[in-house]
């Protein structure tokens, strides 16, 4: 088993279609996701840009998994979806089996 099998690369991306606008992702995870004047929440690309087009992905820095991870279990829209690039299977989120 390589190094990269242990940690996967994830994104994550938001559905604002069931965003509530409360807030706990940014709370959480400042550095990934960002609430925008229309009160609701976006991810940030790395050099702190949000992203709006939909269905906008950003990489999950390693050293902030837990806090997304517990982003996405807390969402209460339950619209933040963490997945692994490779195959873009769903790791956290409403789609995670
Ligand atoms: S935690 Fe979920 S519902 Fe709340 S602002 Fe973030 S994405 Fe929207």
Same mark, same amino acid.
């Given at each position: 088993?390589?190094?990269? !099998? !242990?940690?996967?690369?994830?994104?994550?991306? +938001?559905?604002q279609d069931?965003c509530?606008g409360?807030? +706990?992702?940014?709370?959480?995870?400042?550095?990934?996701?960002e609430l925008d004047i229309d009160g609701l929440a976006y991810?940030?690309?790395? !050099?702190?840009?949000l992203?709006q087009?939909?269905?906008?992905?950003?990489?999950?820095?390693?050293?902030?998994?837990?806090?997304?991870?517990?982003?996405?279990?807390?969402?209460? /829209?339950?619209?933040?979806?963490?997945?692994?690039?490779?195959?873009?299977?769903?790791?956290? /989120?409403?789609?995670?089996?």
């Amino acid at each position: 088993m390589t190094a990269q !099998d !242990d940690a996967p690369e994830l994104e994550v991306w +938001i559905d604002q279609d069931l965003c509530t606008g409360d807030g +706990i992702c940014a709370q959480y995870a400042p550095e990934v996701f960002e609430l925008d004047i229309d009160g609701l929440a976006y991810v940030k690309s790395a !050099d702190d840009e949000l992203l709006q087009d939909k269905g906008a992905t950003t990489p999950v820095p390693l050293k902030l998994l837990d806090d997304v991870r517990d982003s996405a279990k807390e969402c209460p /829209g339950d619209c933040i979806h963490v997945r692994r690039v490779r195959d873009l299977v769903e790791v956290y /989120g409403p789609d995670a089996e």
